[in-house]
């Protein structure tokens, strides 16, 4: 099977089985995760517990959703094919996982007391989670992302033992500026403003005042997460601390597994779209670098920083017992901040990362597909809404009628509405481009052991994006559309056929257009001549 290819690609026991720097240095330790069930949390949690196996034990911050307790989610979470080889290298890993209720969204992290005074022995915090939806209203995203970040952090100067707070924030966090360095830059807002703002406002008031504090912000989720950086820095109060930026994070290129992926953020929802033949059109300037980074590159990149963090800044000098908020001393060292991106070392636009996965995704068809592959990236904005219209809502209208008709249940036209939001809120990164810059990541791998650097590797300089584009859209099919690899061959006529079928349209339609253009030219020639 795919998967079972995939554990053969990584697993490497001569270095797996070696103990690094790293690994020793999480040896027994205590470790609080947020976010864990979301995308990188849970790679995170995977990670560490694999390759760090002597870890005491996890904490894991969950919520209860959708009339499901915690347990119940952890179960069905812990199911996730990405744990498979955890589970067969360590068998009662399970019972390292302490899961503690509680909700980012909720003041004090929905924490009771009796688990606030359970996780104060904890190592180290690794701060993931956050609303990561683009179109979350300012309430919301406020209270989940920045007030949860303050809390956690004030949370944190109640535990003695603490080495390190992982907070994970995003390459785009100031995406105002066309240069990104690795470095602190002034919030659109003060912390305790914003929060103060969605205590007193109602629902309206906020919606209506949400565009002014944007600025030019492109949504919620980057400008909370600005307000997030600057929440650390204030809050963090002499706390070994570090903020890690992921620019795109795609698929996983090699471990736990490769190309796995669960959501359809950025241009997985683009090549996911495309893929099963619904999106034909993008508003994207192909020239522009696409800054894409494969999952488990961020997780070993997040993995590493909380080590180096603890290394530097881990001695706690007592001050005074009785007042715990002064319990470190300060410290000169900025708060370092890592920017994990591609386009320092192996920049690649989004035209050529799209050539890339059509080559490879026409060689793996699948049947669950609405229509044969075509897409188009353009920068001009009245060809892309003539384009639009022709290649979604006009078939959309013709299809989803016919549906109605034979008594089907119409359903493109409520796909097309919601990729139009999708691509509302993608456009402004498909049509900019920014210059990063990672120096703290160079000199985190440089530090890195020999056995490190192969258990926790992050130097995107050898990534080959034409092999990884491979990974990335086979990891696409099998966990986004769950076609196994093994239906190709049988998918390959059905694949065809629509293919016949799209170029028999597209020729057609063509030939239509220069017969309606040559009568119009016939008719207009036939009337001068007539006089």
Same mark, same amino acid.
């Given at each position: 099977?795919?998967?079972?290819?995939?554990f053969?690609?990584?697993?490497?026991?001569?270095?797996?089985?070696?103990?690094?720097?790293?690994?020793?240095?999480?040896?027994?330790?205590?470790?609080l995760?947020?976010?864990?069930?979301?995308?990188?949390?849970?790679?995170?949690?995977e990670?560490?517990?694999?390759?760090?196996?002597?870890?005491?034990?996890?904490?894991?911050?969950?919520?209860?959703?959708?009339?499901?307790?915690? #347990?119940?989610?952890?179960?069905?979470?812990?199911?996730?094919?990405?744990?498979d080889?955890?589970?067969?290298?360590?068998?009662?890993?399970?019972?390292?996982?302490?899961?503690?209720?509680?909700?980012?969204? #909720?003041?004090?992290?929905?924490?009771?007391?009796?688990?606030?005074?359970r996780?104060? +022995?904890?190592?180290?915090?690794?701060?993931s989670?956050?609303?990561?939806?683009?179109? +979350?209203?300012?309430?919301?995203?406020?209270?989940?992302n920045?007030?949860?970040?303050?809390?956690?952090?004030?949370?944190?100067r109640?535990?003695?033992?603490?080495?390190?707070?992982?907070?994970?924030?995003?390459?785009y966090?100031?995406?105002?500026?066309?240069?990104?360095?690795?470095?602190?830059?002034?919030?659109?807002i003060e912390?305790?403003?914003?929060?103060?703002?969605?205590?007193?406002?109602?629902?309206?008031q906020?919606?209506?005042?949400?565009?002014?504090?944007?600025?030019?912000?492109?949504?919620?989720y980057?400008?909370?997460?600005?307000?997030?950086?600057?929440?650390?820095?204030?809050?963090?109060?002499?706390?070994?601390?570090?903020?890690?930026?992921?620019?795109?994070?795609?698929?996983?290129?090699?471990?736990?597994?490769?190309?796995w992926?669960? @959501?359809?953020?950025?241009?997985?929802?683009?090549?996911?779209?495309?893929?099963?033949?619904?999106?034909h059109?993008?508003?994207?300037?192909?020239?522009?670098?696409?800054?894409?980074?494969?999952a488990?590159?961020?997780?070993?990149?997040?993995?590493?920083?909380?080590?180096?963090?603890? #290394?530097?800044?881990?001695?706690?000098?007592?001050?005074?017992?009785?007042?715990?908020?002064?319990?470190?001393?300060?410290? @000169?060292?900025?708060?370092?901040?890592?920017?994990?991106?591609?386009?320092?070392?192996?920049?690649?636009?989004?035209?050529?990362?799209?050539?890339?996965?059509?080559?490879?995704?026409?060689?793996?068809?699948?049947?669950k597909v609405?229509?044969?592959?075509?897409?188009? &990236?353009?920068?001009?904005?009245?060809?892309?809404?003539?384009l639009?219209?022709?290649?979604?809502?006009?078939?959309?209208?013709?299809?989803?009628?016919?549906?109605?008709?034979?008594?089907?249940?119409?359903?493109?036209?409520k796909?097309?509405?919601?990729?139009?939001?999708?691509k509302?809120?993608?456009? &402004?990164?498909?049509?900019?481009?920014?210059e990063?810059?990672?120096?703290?990541?160079?000199?985190?791998?440089?530090?890195?052991?020999?056995?490190?650097?192969?258990?926790?590797?992050?130097?995107?300089?050898?990534?080959?994006?034409?092999?990884f584009?491979?990974?990335?859209?086979?990891?696409?099919?099998v966990?986004?559309?769950?076609?196994?690899?093994?239906?190709?061959?049988?998918?390959r006529?059905?694949?065809?056929r629509?293919?016949?079928?799209?170029?028999?349209?597209?020729?057609?339609?063509?030939?239509?257009?220069?017969?309606? &253009?040559?009568?119009?030219?016939?008719s207009?020639?036939?009337?001068?001549?007539?006089?």
């Amino acid at each position: 099977m795919y998967q079972e290819e995939l554990f053969s690609m990584v697993e490497e026991p001569n270095y797996y089985n070696q103990r690094g720097e790293i690994a020793t240095f999480y040896s027994g330790k205590k470790i609080l995760i947020t976010g864990g069930s979301g995308f990188l949390g849970r790679l995170i949690m995977e990670k560490l517990l694999r390759c760090c196996p002597e870890i005491k034990s996890i904490y894991l911050l969950i919520r209860a959703k959708k009339q499901r307790d915690p #347990q119940t989610r952890f179960k069905e979470y812990f199911n996730d094919v990405i744990f498979d080889r955890l589970k067969r290298e360590q068998k009662d890993v399970e019972k390292k996982i302490i899961l503690i209720e509680g909700d980012t969204s #909720q003041l004090n992290l929905g924490l009771s007391e009796k688990d606030r005074e359970r996780i104060k +022995d904890t190592d180290l915090i690794f701060h993931s989670a956050a609303s990561v939806r683009f179109l +979350d209203n300012i309430r919301f995203i406020v209270n989940t992302n920045i007030r949860g970040t303050r809390d956690l952090l004030l949370l944190a100067r109640e535990m003695t033992s603490l080495k390190a707070f992982v907070y994970i924030s995003t390459a785009y966090s100031h995406c105002v500026y066309s240069k990104i360095e690795e470095k602190f830059y002034k919030p659109p807002i003060e912390t305790e403003d914003i929060i103060k703002l969605t205590e007193i406002l109602s629902e309206d008031q906020l919606d209506l005042i949400t565009p002014k504090l944007l600025g030019n912000w492109p949504n919620t989720y980057a400008y909370s997460k600005a307000i997030c950086e600057d929440t650390v820095r204030q809050y963090s109060n002499g706390i070994p601390t570090c903020i890690v930026r992921p620019s795109i994070v795609i698929p996983t290129e090699k471990e736990p597994i490769a190309g796995w992926i669960n @959501n359809l953020y950025g241009i997985t929802g683009v090549t996911y779209g495309s893929a099963t033949g619904v999106l034909h059109t993008l508003y994207c300037n192909e020239n522009y670098i696409c800054d894409i980074i494969p999952a488990d590159y961020v997780v070993n990149n997040i993995v590493a920083a909380a080590w180096d963090v603890a #290394q530097k800044r881990s001695i706690p000098q007592i001050i005074n017992l009785s007042n715990r908020n002064n319990k470190y001393l300060p410290v @000169n060292e900025e708060i370092p901040i890592y920017n994990v991106v591609s386009s320092v070392q192996k920049p690649i636009t989004w035209g050529i990362m799209e050539s890339y996965l059509k080559i490879k995704g026409l060689n793996i068809p699948s049947k669950k597909v609405l229509w044969y592959y075509s897409l188009w &990236f353009n920068h001009n904005y009245s060809f892309h809404v003539l384009l639009t219209i022709f290649l979604h809502w006009i078939p959309a209208i013709i299809l989803d009628s016919l549906a109605y008709l034979k008594g089907r249940k119409p359903r493109l036209l409520k796909i097309y509405a919601n990729i139009e939001k999708f691509k509302n809120v993608i456009n &402004f990164f498909t049509l900019n481009e920014w210059e990063f810059t990672n120096d703290n990541v160079l000199k985190l791998w440089d530090k890195l052991s020999v056995v490190d650097k192969h258990n926790f590797f992050f130097n995107v300089s050898d990534i080959d994006w034409d092999c990884f584009s491979d990974t990335y859209i086979k990891g696409i099919r099998v966990y986004l559309l769950k076609d196994p690899m093994e239906t190709v061959e049988e998918s390959r006529p059905f694949y065809r056929r629509l293919r016949i079928a799209h170029y028999t349209m597209k020729w057609s339609i063509c030939a239509l257009i220069l017969w309606i &253009f040559y009568s119009l030219l016939y008719s207009l020639f036939s009337s001068v001549f007539s006089f």
